[in-house]
Nanobody
Framework: QVQLVESGGGLVQAGGSLRLSCAAS????????MAWFRQAPGKEREFVAG????????YYADSVKGRFTISRDNAKNTVYLQMNNVKPEDTAVYYC??????????????WGQGTQVTVSS
């Protein structure tokens, strides 16, 4: 059984930084692309960033490009999201998912439970 567990969320001031982690267990982590999505209250879940199986190719939503960095450590079965220069509009529950590095939520076969990120102005 595959499990994805996010951590690292919290309250941060606008302009600050936060690093999210997603630890995977079960399955073969290094065989899959991974992605971060987020969902704000009253909005649909949206793609944030994705990384391919080896970590040498990444893809970002325009809204976070240049501020967020996705990376992975296959030895630790973990994918990260470094969030810099955060904005109030980044406030959301952040989810990691397995299966794609593109904004294609339908290709995600496992989701984590989510971690709340709140950015104060």
């Amino acid at each position: 059984q595959v499990q994805l567990v996010e951590s690292g969320g919290g309250l941060v001031q606008a302009g600050g930084s936060l690093r999210l982690s997603c630890a995977a267990s079960g399955g073969t982590f290094s065989s899959y692309a991974m992605a971060w999505f987020r969902q704000a209250p009253g909005k649909e879940r949206e793609f944030v960033a994705g990384v391919n199986w080896s970590g040498d190719s990444t893809y970002y939503a325009d809204s976070v490009k240049g501020r967020f960095t996705i990376s992975r450590d296959n030895a630790k079965n973990t994918v990260y999201l470094q969030m810099n220069n955060v904005k109030p509009e980044d406030t959301a529950v952040y989810y990691c998912g397995r299966g794609t590095m593109r904004p294609r939520a339908g290709q995600i076969d496992y989701w984590g439970q989510g971690t709340q990120v709140t950015v104060s102005s």
